[in-house]
């Protein structure tokens, strides 16, 4: 099984934005599903890895991928989360 990628941002102006990346760390962790973190802010290289998994070349961070297939960003987490299909976005 592959790991779920958060990508984030650790350096960001944006509240909201943070809010939206502790709140996944949040619900990853207390449901015990193993994820890692990848701070985009660090290597370009990685910001553009993020972008070409989102399929979007202005995404931003947070975005979530499982290996190399994107699940979707922030508000498609909620949603997930909302109808009780978090896994199922997560593909675990």
């Known amino acids: 099984m ?27 962790s207390s449901k015990k599903i193993e994820h890692e973190y990848v701070d ?5 290289d990685l910001l553009n890895k993020m972008r070409e998994l989102a399929g979007n070349p202005q995404a931003l961070p947070p975005q979530i991928v499982n290996g190399d297939v994107y699940c979707g ?5 909620e949603e997930a989360l909302e109808n009780e299909n978090l896994e199922g976005f997560l593909k675990i």
């Open 73 to 77: 960003d922030f508000d498609a987490f």
């Open 40 to 44: 985009v802010t660090s290597d370009h």
């Open 2 to 28: 592959s790991k779920v990628t958060v990508y984030i941002s650790s350096v960001t102006s944006d509240l909201e934005r943070k809010k939206h990346q502790q709140k996944i760390e949040m619900v990853l």
